[in-house]
């Protein structure tokens, strides 16, 4: 339930006291995601508690520009040494062909919700491959929407390595692959030190991973790092994060222009326009854009 990327944006300062509140939450509501209002209203309580005015709003952003980077908050990213040994055996659970079921239910339920045409297209050319042992690395897994859609779409000489700083999200690629009998791992790992040799996969992709991401100048240099010359990144995005976003800028009454402004400096996505002009500066070259009624497809290919 805890949102990474904004709290450590607006606490950068001094982060303890939002961490001890946000684990607090999770103790008082167990990740449930029917409490999920009920966690909603009070972590936007503790905002406006903590952050009185638009003029302080504003501020941890311009002081995040200039003094945020890439880093461990200790006790606060869940990796696989940060564990306890309850958290650990309990983490197995995820890795059966029952879990994997249940998250190709959820994925079919979720494509069937959204009218999710683009599913489709991002599998085939995630698994558009070049050689038989055609190797994939999508960044975040999340729920396993995208993961699914990618491993029942893979032939038994693929590899797909699924990356996520959420060690029970990483768990459900592995559970995904298990159902498919596909040659799939879920791996606990941040995306700004990927845990991988250089030009060692034929495709990157994120199914709106980038989306809840920070820092993206780095994560997309470690995307083209692990490429092969000439292997592709393909990504779904939404059209712009201020349709995620938009209802804690409305009540610190920021308007759309304004927070792609703020999100843009804190190294946040924000929309096509940012991302294309950054893939561009990362030696990535555009050769495919796919627009859907709120989000897009894209695939871009690494420069030799």
């Known amino acids: 339930m805890v949102n990474n990327e904004w709290d450590d944006i607006l606490y950068w300062e001094n982060y303890k006291p939002c961490y001890e509140m946000l684990q607090e939450l999770e ?20 905002y406006k508690q903590t952050i009185p005015n638009k003029e302080e709003f504003i501020r941890r952003f311009e ?34 062909k029952e879990n994997g079921a249940f998250h190709v239910e959820v994925s079919e339920k979720a494509r069937q919700g959204w009218a999710a045409q683009h599913l489709a297209p991002y599998a085939e050319k995630v698994c558009s491959a070049t050689s038989e042992e055609h190797k994939i690395m999508e960044m ?27 060690f029970i999200c990483a768990k459900n690629a592995d559970a995904i692959g298990r159902y498919y009998g596909k040659n799939a791992i879920g791996i606990c790992a941040s995306l700004w030190n990927l845990p991988f040799s250089d030009h060692l996969f034929d495709v990157v992709c994120s ?7 920070r820092e993206i100048p ?22 712009n994060i201020w349709l995620r ?20 400096k804190a190294r946040l996505y924000t929309d096509f326009e940012q991302f294309d002009v950054l893939a561009g500066e990362a030696g990535l070259v555009k050769i495919d854009y796919i627009p859907f009624e709120n989000w897009y497809l894209v695939e871009y290919r690494k420069e030799k």
Request: hydrophobic content about 30%; charged content about 30%.
């Open 207 to 213: 199914h709106f991973g980038f989306d809840e991401c």
């Open 218 to 239: 780095t994560i997309l240099k470690e995307a083209v790092r692990v490429l092969k010359p000439g292997g592709r990144f393909v990504s779904v995005f939404r059209h």
């Open 140 to 166: 975040t897994v999340g729920c396993g929407v995208g993961t699914n859609a990618i491993v029942r779409s893979m032939t038994d000489k693929m590899f797909y390595a699924g990356v996520d700083i959420d």
């Open 27 to 46: 103790r008082k509501y167990g990740g449930d995601p029917a409490n999920y209002d009920s966690w909603h209203r009070e972590h936007y309580a503790y």
């Open 63 to 96: 002081y995040y520009e200039l003094h945020g980077k890439p880093h461990w908050i200790e006790g606060h990213h869940r990796t696989m040494n940060e564990l306890t040994r309850e958290e650990l055996l309990d983490s197995f659970r995820h890795v059966t």
């Open 245 to 264: 976003r938009h209802e804690i800028f409305e009540d610190y009454d920021i308007g759309e222009s304004g927070a792609l402004e703020l999100m843009r």
